[in-house]
């Protein structure tokens, strides 16, 4: 898994975060590989990690939300203000189900300690959700956490697909002297991480426990939806576009592919009634 020696051939996940960076779907021949949770980056051993992504295989696990949890966090990609301390970090990856496809449109509720390991729990330092756009991926910028009395450093994060339960978890980083003695520590959750200039770039893959069925992504077919026109699985929607829906009027938040159970009755994150 993460950090594993390269096997003799390419991953399942391998092979589909390729052809998402290439906007293709992913060769059929090759879905039926190996899963492995995330991309190699070398050749170093490292703890077995999980989730591996295949048809029907084990969910990224969830563990405790902690008491530095605050609802209504801003819509943000980047945590950083003018002047923040401590060393950049980017954090990116993608969000599959089951069966490794992508999916869009998943709220990511992140939250973390500032440098000198210190909440903001009067407003909103550190702190921001987005949603992963249609090919599953999101990224993240903020500055490497700090550390606190009995804790190893980690970002908190909630991850909820359409319509689908929310996945409380947390994110790790390697090497980290405190992850032997941290009792919360789970080596599943280690983030990929490396150096990059004086800043560090950090990726995880999320497979939440959505069922779906195996096979290739399907390649979406965008189509114009006339002013007024029905809301449909299978289009593609851009923000701001307007949809009638068992009779209400709703306005498009986050560009996504349309698929049943994501009528807007059902997906406040994707549309608004108007």
Same mark, same amino acid.
């Given at each position: 898994?993460?950090?594993?020696?390269?096997?003799?051939?390419?991953? =399942?996940?391998?092979?589909?975060?390729?052809?998402?960076?290439?906007?293709?779907?992913?060769?059929?021949?090759?879905?039926?590989?190996?899963?492995?949770? +995330?991309?190699?980056?070398?050749?170093?051993?490292?703890?077995?990690?999980?989730?591996?992504?295949?048809?029907?295989?084990?969910?990224?696990?969830?563990?405790?939300?902690?008491?530095?949890?605050?609802?209504?966090?801003?819509? =943000?990609?980047?945590?950083?203000?003018?002047?923040?301390?401590?060393? +950049?970090?980017?954090?990116?990856?993608?969000?599959?189900?089951?069966?490794?496809?992508?999916?869009?449109? @998943?709220?990511?509720?992140?939250?973390?300690?500032?440098?000198?390991?210190?909440?903001?729990?009067?407003?909103?330092?550190?702190?921001?959700?987005?949603?992963?756009?249609?090919?599953?991926?999101?990224?993240?910028?903020?500055?490497?956490?700090?550390?606190?009395?009995?804790?190893? =450093?980690?970002?908190?994060?909630? $991850?909820?697909?359409?319509? +689908?339960?929310?996945?409380?978890?947390?994110?790790?980083?390697?090497?980290?002297?405190?992850?032997?003695?941290?009792?919360?520590?789970?080596?599943?959750?280690?983030?990929?991480?490396?150096?990059?200039?004086?800043?560090?770039?950090?990726?995880?893959?999320?497979?939440?426990?959505?069922?779906?069925?195996?096979?290739?992504?399907?390649?979406?077919?965008?189509?114009?939806?006339?002013?007024?026109?029905?809301?449909?699985?299978?289009?593609?929607?851009?923000?701001?576009? +307007? $949809?009638?829906?068992?009779?209400?009027?709703? @306005?498009?938040?986050?560009?996504?592919?349309?698929?049943?159970?994501?009528?807007?009755?059902?997906?406040?994150?994707?549309? =608004?009634?108007?």
């Amino acid at each position: 898994m993460d950090g594993e020696n390269t096997p003799a051939h390419p991953s =399942r996940k391998t092979v589909l975060r390729a052809a998402l960076a290439a906007g293709m779907a992913a060769p059929i021949a090759l879905m039926g590989v190996p899963a492995l949770a +995330r991309t190699l980056t070398d050749g170093s051993a490292a703890p077995e990690l999980t989730p591996t992504c295949d048809d029907g295989d084990d969910p990224t696990p969830a563990q405790t939300e902690g008491p530095y949890f605050k609802p209504a966090s801003p819509l =943000r990609t980047s945590l950083l203000e003018p002047g923040t301390p401590g060393t +950049r970090l980017t954090v990116s990856g993608y969000v599959f189900g089951l069966a490794c496809k992508p999916i869009g449109g @998943v709220l990511m509720d992140f939250w973390q300690a500032d440098v000198n390991g210190a909440y903001d729990n009067t407003g909103y330092r550190f702190r921001g959700h987005q949603f992963t756009d249609s090919t599953g991926a999101f990224a993240l910028t903020t500055v490497v956490p700090g550390l606190y009395p009995g804790r190893t =450093r980690h970002i908190h994060v909630k $991850v909820q697909a359409p319509g +689908r339960p929310v996945l409380t978890t947390q994110l790790y980083f390697p090497g980290e002297p405190r992850n032997n003695t941290d009792t919360i520590f789970d080596p599943r959750l280690l983030m990929t991480v490396r150096d990059a200039g004086g800043a560090k770039e950090a990726a995880y893959d999320f497979v939440l426990n959505v069922p779906q069925d195996p096979g290739p992504t399907p390649t979406a077919t965008a189509t114009t939806l006339p002013p007024g026109g029905t809301w449909a699985a299978g289009t593609a929607y851009q923000a701001g576009a +307007r $949809v009638g829906y068992a009779g209400r009027g709703y @306005v498009c938040l986050q560009g996504h592919v349309a698929q049943p159970g994501w009528e807007p009755p059902s997906v406040p994150a994707l549309w =608004r009634a108007v």
